[in-house]
């Protein structure tokens, strides 16, 4: 940021200034706190880890803008998904390239070719973290990936972008993203070459309004999911957690399955603020149980049957596992609805503590025979933070996803079983 008598300086003589003015705007040292600048000393990688809203997107975006002026090119932009780099990180978002352009250095973007374009020649091309082959080959002198804790391969995506990190005398990587425990950001911690700058939601209370910021402060301070998903802190094991993150084994390529099933946990409502409506693809193959997919979200009933529907079909499952609680013949009706030729079980009922129906399943995982194609960033996060006999109210949020999960692999590794309604 730039000092403070020298930045009110500019600012008085833009008043009579609109040309000065506009440049002003877009001047981002103007504007930036400390941590969103690059980092004084040489590096390879800048890893800005922070809370949700503290700003890392808008970093990103105005050091691409940067990087670009200076002429660095080919660019890459890495995100989760095709969607993410595209809404997020291109085209969108407040914090998007295209929103923080200046008009005068705006970039042509061609979604067709993935790419921008500068009006100086330099290009920046789109990738999407979920297919880590796409960056086997290409060169790039610069590269902006955006919520690497949450790719489904990160350590996938790192080394392909790495070996093709060879254009120019300083190439660099500038990595913005909601931290997880994961071997690939605690090894870029670790990383002499890597500046690792970590800021927190409350760091930007300036640009976020006062309503938001009240309610994370009363549902998240002083709760471990706050530190991470606020504080940008790692949180490694959490003493009393149904799962230990070293026992999720992780593999690219399943082998092929003897069984697979789709496990749903139904919203009683897809409102903003209510609980997601968990959805978990699972399958076994010898002893072994392998979480496949996790589509999980907020949706409308329309919305998550289409979805589990479309997944029995494309799984080849032979079963939809449901959830019976939230509605009973409403979810069969539902499902019937989108499919009426699907195999369900819609007889499975929570009627027991969740860390009660999950402990066989937590037992396959202690013993080696828990896999997860990919990295399923959120249903972990849950299987890690939820505490052995806690209750929703204890927690103050409700695990969708682990509940899909362990409906899935109750069927598929403990077969068939019979327990008394008792209400949680």
Known sequence: ?????????????????????????????????????????????????????????RTGAEWVID?????????????????????TMIELADSSILKRSPPWFMPVYEPSKRRLVWPN????????????????GPQHAKAWVDELAKFMYPAKVMDNLEMGLRVGDNPQILITSTPRPIKVIKDLIADPD??????????????????????LRKKYEGTTLGRQE????????????????????????????DRIVVGVDPAASSEEGSDETGIVVAGKCGEDFYVLEDLSGRYTPNEWAGLTVGAYHRWHADLIVAEKN???????????????????KPDVWASQGKSIRAEPIVTIYEQG????VGAWATLEDQMCTWLKGATVKQMGWSPDRMDAMVWAATELMLGPQTLEPMWV
């Open 326 to 344: 939230n509605g009973g013949e409403m979810v069969l009706n539902t499902i019937r609805q989108v499919d009426p030729e699907v195999t369900i």
């Open 369 to 372: 025979r828990g896999y997860h």
């Open 194 to 215: 890597c500046v690792d700058v970590r800021t927190s939601t409350f760091a930007n209370t300036a640009n976020l309004p006062p309503k938001f910021l009240e309610r």
């Open 67 to 87: 990087c670009a002026g200076q002429g660095c090119t080919p660019i890459a932009l890495v995100g989760e998904t095709k969607a993410d780099v595209r809404d």
């Open 230 to 257: 606020l504080y940008g802190e790692i949180i490694d094991e959490i003493p009393g957690a149904l799962w230990q993150r070293t026992t999720i084994k992780h593999c690219d390529h399943p082998p092929e399955m």
């Open 121 to 136: 020649g330099a290009v920046a091309i789109a990738y999407s973290g979920d297919e880590p082959g796409q960056l086997r």
């Open 1 to 57: 940021m730039l000092p403070l008598e020298e930045g009110k300086e500019l600012l008085r003589a833009a008043e009579s200034d609109p040309d000065l003015a506009l440049q002003l705007e877009y001047f981002w040292p103007l504007w930036a706190r400390d941590e969103q600048l690059p980092p004084e000393r040489r590096w390879h990688v800048w890893l800005l880890r922070s809370g949700r809203g503290a700003g890392k997107n």
